[in-house]
């Protein structure tokens, strides 16, 4: 293995982005730049009220979002540095994509031949 | 929100290939069709042996991996079923990609006057 290939494959993705109910809420956001009402999100991403709740505090808390409040409404909107650093993320999350679909031509050869199943 | 809407960013990735390691793991096998051999793997996606022996367990088990020993080798190769569920969830992901790359255009503005910061 050559030594620039170290690490080829340790994508840099930010855990607080990529659990899957997250990932959903940020690209929503992202798709709505004037922001989406807690209920709006809710249906968007088919999450419970509690369970939206609690990932909106943890992206509350790691400044990826603004939470609003009128009356008995929720108004949720990105901040520029949770914008910044989703964008950082969706950019490592396409070179996987682009790993994914363009595999390099094979190497030598290595058949399975004298192995025996584990 | 119109009811087709619903569960429009509720995407559907399985947790087991979703996992940031694990999801390493089989983006190089995927590019490396006859298989790696696990020190090789080690370097690629820069886990420690513990670690990699671990998520590699997770996808034998969820029928991702075939494990092949000789002497004190192991090669790790993807299964043909793992690899159509592998491709499933890189479409889900291209689609996550895309979403967040070309949000729609702007609908009814909501400017944030009137709500208080929560």
């Known amino acids: 293995m050559a030594k620039r290939n170290k690490g080829r494959f340790a994508y ?45 505090q943890v992206l ?21 540095g949770g914008r910044e650093r989703f964008e950082e993320y969706i950019a490592e999350l396409e070179r996987v994509v682009k790993d994914a679909l363009h595999p390099k031509k094979r190497g030598k050869s290595r058949p399975a031949g004298g192995f025996a199943p584990a």
């Open 12 to 56: 840099d993705l930010q855990r607080v982005i990529h659990e899957k109910a997250r990932l959903g809420i940020l690209t929503s956001l992202a798709t709505h730049a004037d922001g989406l009402l807690f209920n709006d999100l809710k249906d968007l991403c088919d999450l419970t009220d509690g369970n939206l709740s609690r990932h909106l």
């Open 60 to 80: 509350k808390e790691a400044g990826f979002l603004e939470v609003w409040k009128r009356s008995r409404q929720t108004l949720c909107r990105m901040t520029p």
